[in-house]
């Protein structure tokens, strides 16, 4: 064995750096399937050890009202009680600067797990107190850093002038999505109350949080059998655990799904690099078994060297993926009290060691096993090594190799129906390709006729070259054309993305928008904006939360998609239907079944268009009878439509469009549009809050800013991955072209020695190139529109099928330019002397 | 007419330069058969590339049909070659993406024939290949490869055929009938053939027996009767 190991290390050290391609794709495969897995372990542990503190408690008791007495003495019998009470609403600054916040007041309890840190080092009941005449207010840091308020400034919170006396630097349970919701402003219930903001119908959330040694599902259990009426939601901090974790496993499976297919991409490189390096080696494997070196000890010594290269290759992947790991688990710490350890990075990175040997050997054991089964008196004679076929129990071992590597991806990826899926696209993917080049090869070799193209030799040479053996058609459409794929699909959803907010700034879209207004407070805000703007149009329309209670006169829990399943039945009890009129369409909301009605036509019940997203839910058609229920009334109403949310530009998410008069009673509260000049909606925003404090209004540009800066984010993501991926597919493609290259030449130089022209010669390589780029492209546009067109669509709600130019100009560009190198580094290489080829035996 | 006058060529080494010809003179008439032969590393093979416009001579000229290779360029070099010459080589050097028969058509389709496929098949019929055309040359056998080679560089009916080692890489018995192949498709086309071997018997069988020797080009006193 030590022969074979020094035998091993010697012959690799003499051939140089000729496998460069096959560690370059290794490392490039290991370091994103290191990078992802690390980073999922990193955050997932982060999040996941803390989510006690993330929520607060072991649960948490949502209500949209305070808990009556009895409940929270059952409570405080059976743990720790802490009381959260929060609002959004616009904060302002002395600079005139509005912003949307979180109000939060906490009580003496708080909080129940983890540590709330401010600056300075003060309990937060001193910071927030009434001194000198005002009250106080801790504010996040983050926040602040935004209005470039500081410690001692003045904000204005509804009716009241409040000091800032704190910032926050660290609260256990930051809503992760705080920054996008709005920042969190912690304050006392005195303060909370003297805003004035706590008015009938305000949206006001009583969360309690609980400590108890009790089980939390048994807790729930007995919580809601002794409050069976009511609709309060027990969340434990379990259910935010499994929510983290699917979370965190979609997003993880998506950048493994990559990082796998980008590893297997790569498997091709090493496939070819290794089959380029045996070629080369003929002669010496034919001297060592002529010299009596057994074909079990010759296989050792070039799996021995597989095993070194995979080895060192798949560490270096490593080591590279972890750092990106540790970069990117920093980034996420920032964002979220997280704290990472080094500890989750052994396991994923141990994994990704073995799926670089794995795939090493995978798509190395075909080429070894044919160098292997080539007769040494065939070498000797002449280079025959081309007649040789894999052994039967070679592709035995490979296919084996394959069926575990698939294994590990199920076992691997966190998201199991992300795994199959996987498995499957890939097998349906391998079947497509296979079809695809069949028919192409077809196709090519029908069109190969003298009598199609006469006097066109270069462009038959070029066709002739798709249909050959040993075409490089495959291995493009699978490396090349996996990347593109990835591109093509990015683009257009991008694109779609982009082209959706860029539509939304034109005039026609509202320049403020407009929540919380009051009924009696509608006139004072509509003459507050005319003194901003005296051309300002404002569209208003109530806004009623209610909840559904009978779907055709039964009641939800006798409902047949709901009555088996209990958190369903909860979920569809506690959510709140906003509801509306119809009038001048403010959401833009557009029907896909039914029709509006006459508004002149009076009815009973009243007439509704029901959002197609609840309608599926519930199993809710045209035809049936809802009852909602608010404030002890119940508003029943016939389904004569269906309506589907304009995507990006929903700005209310109406659940149902009620016919005039219905919600009469109801209405104490209003949503709004503002279209006026860009400019004054910031004096607009202040006489609003002069004369409404509690009106939220939030400029479409902040939006939009928001919107595009998280798209830029999530663009720059995916933009280095499908650079990474492209980067394993390029490393692919030029051991393709390296592998296809002698034969190029020689080719060429046969033609020549014809009689055939340089210039021909060249023009039927550009030719074959193209075709080559031509096909790539059109496979990958069929590809990723097939990826990306039912995201858009379904998930996005966005056309994107127009933009399909857009993705075939991407495809086409990357691939022009990719195979155009490619193609460039050949021509310079058919310079040599037709001569000195002609002299070497074939 | 091929004429050959004061033909030098060397290459350089580590100690300085070798001649591999010098001053060779040569003079071969329409439809004459000529082999050259000599040892391994004499120059054989220099001078049928020499000849075939591959290689540049340092000094001298080689003339064609009255045309002057030092004349033209690489495009009238490919031309010349897809004009007026067929190639045998001793490797075959067939293109392995193409059939037998797009091998045969080759020279055809370089030169744009409008019945390149069909005067490629009648060609292969005659070399005894007519069932092999959609074979690929790693299909088929060294010594049918070499036959497909012969009819490519006959299919077009150069004025001059250069054969070089054509036996080289066979058995006897295949080379044996190559040969005689090789023979009688010149008889039938009347073209000049140069044949480099290493094989005296198969040199008896030209006209003229040219040697090289210390990179001068000798001629056989017993020439054998020019054609009629």
Request: with cysteine; hydrophobic share 50%.
């Given at each position: 064995m030590r022969f074979l190991l020094d035998l091993a290390w010697r012959d690799l050290r003499a051939s140089g750096r000729s496998l460069w391609v096959f560690c370059a794709c290794l490392a490039l495969g290991v370091a994103l399937v290191s990078a992802s897995g690390s980073l999922y372990r990193l955050v997932g542990a982060g999040l996941l050890a803390d989510t006690r503190e993330l929520m607060g408690g072991d649960l948490e008791v949502d209500s949209k009202a305070p808990l009556p007495a009895d409940a929270l003495d059952w409570i405080r019998a059976r743990g720790k009680l802490s009381l959260v009470t929060e609002l959004y609403t616009m904060l302002g600054t002395a600079a005139?600067?509005?912003?949307?916040?979180?109000l939060q007041s906490m009580d003496a309890n708080y909080p129940l797990y983890g540590t709330l840190r401010l600056e300075p080092d003060r309990p937060l009941a001193e910071v927030t107190a009434f001194a000198d005449g005002r009250w106080g207010a801790a504010v996040d840091r983050a926040l602040a850093a935004r209005l470039g308020i500081e410690r001692g400034d003045t904000i204005v919170i509804g009716a009241l002038q409040m000091d800032v006396r704190a910032l926050i630097v660290e609260q256990p349970d930051r809503n992760l999505t705080a920054d996008w919701r709005g920042p969190p402003v912690l304050l006392a219930a005195g303060a909370l109350e003297a805003s004035g903001l706590i008015q009938p119908g305000s949206r006001v959330d009583y969360d309690y949080h609980v400590a108890t040694e009790i089980l939390t599902a048994r807790w729930r259990a007995d919580f809601y059998a002794r409050f069976p009426?009511?609709?309060?939601?027990?969340?434990?901090?379990?259910?935010?655990?499994?929510?983290?974790?699917?979370?965190?496993?979609?997003?993880?499976?998506?950048?493994?799904?990559?990082?796998?297919?980008?590893?297997?991409?790569?498997?091709?490189?090493?496939?070819?690099?290794?089959?380029?390096?045996?070629?080369?080696?003929l002669g010496t494997l034919a001297t060592l078994?002529?010299?009596?070196?057994?074909?079990?000890?010759?296989?050792?010594?070039?799996?021995?060297?597989?095993?070194?290269?995979?080895?060192?290759?798949?560490?270096?992947?490593?080591?590279?993926?972890?750092?990106?790991?540790?970069?990117?688990?920093?980034?996420?710490?920032?964002?979220?009290?997280?704290?990472?350890?080094?500890?989750?990075?052994?396991?994923?990175?141990?994994?990704?060691?073995?799926?670089?040997?794995?795939?090493?050997y995978t798509f190395a054991l075909p080429a070894i096993g044919r160098a292997l089964s080539v007769a040494p008196a065939i070498l000797f004679r002449d280079g025959g090594g081309e007649l040789a076929q894999t052994p039967r129990s070679w592709w035995l071992a490979t296919l084996g190799g394959a069926g575990l590597i698939l294994l590990l991806v199920l076992l691997a990826l966190p998201d199991r129906l992300f795994g199959f899926a996987f498995v499957g696209v890939i097998a349906l993917l391998l079947l497509l390709l296979d079809l695809v080049v069949r028919g192409l090869r077809r196709g090519a070799r029908f069109l190969d006729q003298p009598r199609r193209f006469r006097g066109r030799l270069a462009l038959r040479l070029a066709l002739a070259n798709l249909h050959r053996p040993g075409t490089p058609l495959r291995a493009s459409l699978l490396s090349l054309g996996s990347a593109l794929t990835l591109i093509v699909a990015c683009t257009l959803v991008v694109a779609s993305l982009l082209r959706e907010i860029n539509l939304t700034i034109p005039a026609r879209a509202p320049a403020l928008i407009l929540y919380d207004i009051n009924s009696d407070q509608l006139g004072a805000v509509r003459d507050a904006i005319a003194t901003a703007d005296g051309d300002a149009e404002v569209q208003t329309a109530p806004l009623?939360?209610?909840?559904?209670?009978?779907?055709?006169?039964?009641?939800?829990?006798?409902?047949?998609?709901?009555?088996?399943?209990?958190?369903?039945?909860?979920?569809?009890?506690?959510?709140?239907?906003?509801?509306?009129?119809?009038?001048?369409?403010?959401?833009?909301?557009?029907?896909?079944?039914?029709?509006?009605?006459?508004?002149?036509?009076?009815?009973?019940?009243?007439?509704?268009?029901?959002?197609?997203?609840?309608?599926r839910r519930l199993g809710v058609a045209v035809g049936d009878r809802l009852t909602f229920a608010a404030e002890g009334r119940e508003i029943d109403a016939e389904v004569v439509a269906i309506h589907r949310q304009k995507g990006l530009q929903t700005r209310f998410w109406f659940e149902g469009i009620l016919s005039d008069g219905a919600l009469e009673p109801l209405i104490h509260r209003h949503v709004g549009t503002v279209f006026m000049d860009g400019d004054v909606t910031f004096d607009a925003q202040r006489a609003i809050a002069e004369v409404a404090p509690n009106v939220v209004s939030i400029p479409t540009a902040t939006l939009l800013a928001t919107a595009r800066r998280l798209l830029g984010q999530a663009s720059a993501g995916l933009a280095v991955v499908a650079a990474v991926s492209l980067g394993a597919s390029l490393l692919v493609l030029a051991s393709v072209m390296a592998a296809g290259r002698s034969r190029q030449v020689y080719d060429a130089t046969v033609l020549n020695t014809l009689g055939a022209r340089m210039s021909t010669i060249r023009r039927s390589l550009q030719l074959e190139y193209l075709l080559l780029a031509l096909i790539t492209s059109l496979f990958a546009l069929a590809l990723g529109a097939a990826i990306a067109l039912p995201l858009l669509h379904w998930r996005l709600k966005l056309p994107g099928d127009d933009l399909l130019w857009l993705g075939l100009l991407a495809a086409v560009a990357v691939s022009t330019v990719s195979l155009g190198l490619g193609a460039r580094y050949l021509m310079r290489r058919l310079h040599t002397q037709p001569a000195a080829l002609l002299r070497a035996p074939n | 007419m091929i004429e050959i006058e004061n033909l030098t060529m060397s290459f350089p080494i580590a100690t300085g330069q070798l001649d591999v010809l010098r001053g060779v003179e040569l003079e071969l008439r329409d439809g004459e058969t000529a082999a050259i032969v000599g040892p391994s590393g004499s120059g054989k093979t220099t001078l049928l590339l020499l000849l075939a416009g591959l290689e540049q001579p340092h000094s001298g000229r080689i003339r064609i049909d009255g045309v002057a290779l030092d004349a033209l360029d690489a495009d009238g070099l490919a031309d010349l070659r897809r004009d007026r010459l067929g190639i045998v080589f001793q490797s075959f050097h067939l293109v392995p993406s193409l059939t037998a028969l797009g091998n045969v058509a080759l020279p055809l389709e370089i030169a744009g024939a409008a019945d390149a496929e069909a005067r490629a098949g009648a060609m292969l019929e005659r070399v005894g290949l007519g069932e092999r055309g959609k074979h690929l040359p790693m299909q088929l056998s060294g010594g049918e490869q070499q036959r497909v080679a012969i009819a490519r560089a006959l299919v077009h009916s150069p004025p001059v055929l250069l054969a070089d080692e054509p036996t080289g890489n066979l058995d006897l018995e295949t080379g044996a009938r190559i040969i005689e192949l090789l023979f009688g498709l010149h008889a039938e086309s009347g073209s000049t053939l140069i044949l480099v071997t290493h094989d005296e018997a198969i040199a008896g069988r030209c006209q003229r027996v040219l040697r090289l020797h210390e990179g001068r080009l000798i001629e056989d006193a017993e020439a054998h009767a020019l054609p009629a």
């Open positions: 005139g600067n509005f912003l949307r916040v979180e009426d009511q609709t309060w939601e027990v969340r434990t901090f379990e259910d935010r655990s499994q929510r983290i974790a699917e979370r965190l496993g979609q997003i993880a499976s998506g950048l493994l799904i990559i990082a796998f297919s980008t590893l297997f991409i790569g498997g091709l490189g090493v496939f070819n690099s290794i089959q380029s390096y045996l070629q080369r080696k078994r002529a010299l009596g070196l057994r074909n079990r000890r010759l296989a050792a010594v070039y799996l021995l060297q597989i095993g070194m290269l995979a080895g060192g290759a798949s560490l270096a992947g490593c080591l590279v993926g972890s750092i990106l790991a540790l970069l990117g688990g920093a980034a996420v710490a920032a964002e979220v009290p997280i704290e990472t350890t080094l500890l989750a990075l052994p396991g994923p990175n141990l994994a990704a060691l073995l799926f670089g040997l794995l795939t090493a009623v939360r209610t909840r559904l209670s009978a779907i055709n006169d039964r009641p939800l829990a006798e409902h047949a998609s709901l009555a088996v399943d209990l958190d369903a039945y909860r979920d569809a009890v506690n959510d709140d239907f906003k509801l509306s009129y119809r009038g001048g369409n403010i959401d833009n909301l557009a029907l896909v079944e039914g029709a509006w009605w006459d508004v002149d036509t009076p009815g009973e019940p009243a007439r509704l268009a029901f959002e197609d997203r609840e309608a | -």
